[in-house]
């Protein structure tokens, strides 16, 4: 479905180059900082009313788990990578990639195992990044 939409976009005379996306730790990042903001945000009823938390619970603990060091470590990494995608949007108008593994998402709830863990850190890849940047993207439904 990527290649499809490039080739429409070439077709209409856009130019189609290459960029490096700094990938790096962001997903493990962005749940790290997001639990951290959402244990703030909850810090008037969680952990005492965890029972009514169900499986985000878990985020909430991950986040009160954040020692301040790491925080403010990973918050560093964040303004690199800000840093890097404004260069590399310096030298492009828009970046072309998949925002989730598959077509789309199951109807039923997510599972609360590891191996929903690992379903998440990959449907995060693709997304993290932007949302951990502040940067604006468009999701487009595209299935051949």
Known sequence: AIKDAMDVLRDLGCEIVPVNMPWHATSENWALTTGVEAAHAHRETFPERRDEYGAIAGLLDLGLSVTAETYMQIELERRNLIAQLSAMFSQCDV??????????????GSPETDAAEEGLAAMLKFTAPFDYSGSPTLSIPWKS
């Open 95 to 108: 970046m072309i990639c998949p925002s989730m593994p598959l077509y789309g998402l199951p109807n039923e």
